[in-house]
């Protein structure tokens, strides 16, 4: 039997963990000075990244602490996270590489 209240905060860890990370990974990419598709592959790569470090976090059984399959939990929630990254990978390739 799972926990409403368990689960929830289970839930909230992870979106913060995956807003600062693909945040973290904007910034990288901006640096790096990732531009067109290689900045997009970027995300897509460092977003599945985060989401099966936390899978193995939760020992390959993301039911047991959230209410989503593993496919949903890796690929789940790429739009709201997409918007971070492109925010701060164009914030900092500015401040890098055009200022």
Do not use: Q
Not at 27 to 39: C, D, K, M, P
Not at 59 to 64: L, N
């Amino acid at each position: 039997m799972l926990n409403r209240e368990a689960m929830m905060h289970n839930m909230s860890a992870i979106d913060g963990c995956r807003s600062y990370l693909t945040i973290f990974a904007g910034v990288g990419a901006g640096i790096l000075g990732l531009t067109s598709v290689r900045g997009a592959l970027g995300f897509m790569a460092s977003y599945v990244a985060i989401s099966l470090a936390l899978l193995v976090a939760m020992k390959g059984d993301s039911m047991a602490y959230t209410n989503e399959a593993i496919p949903n939990h890796v690929i789940g929630g790429v739009g709201k996270y997409g918007l971070s990254f492109v925010l701060f990978w164009t914030l900092s390739y500015a401040l890098v590489h055009i200022y």
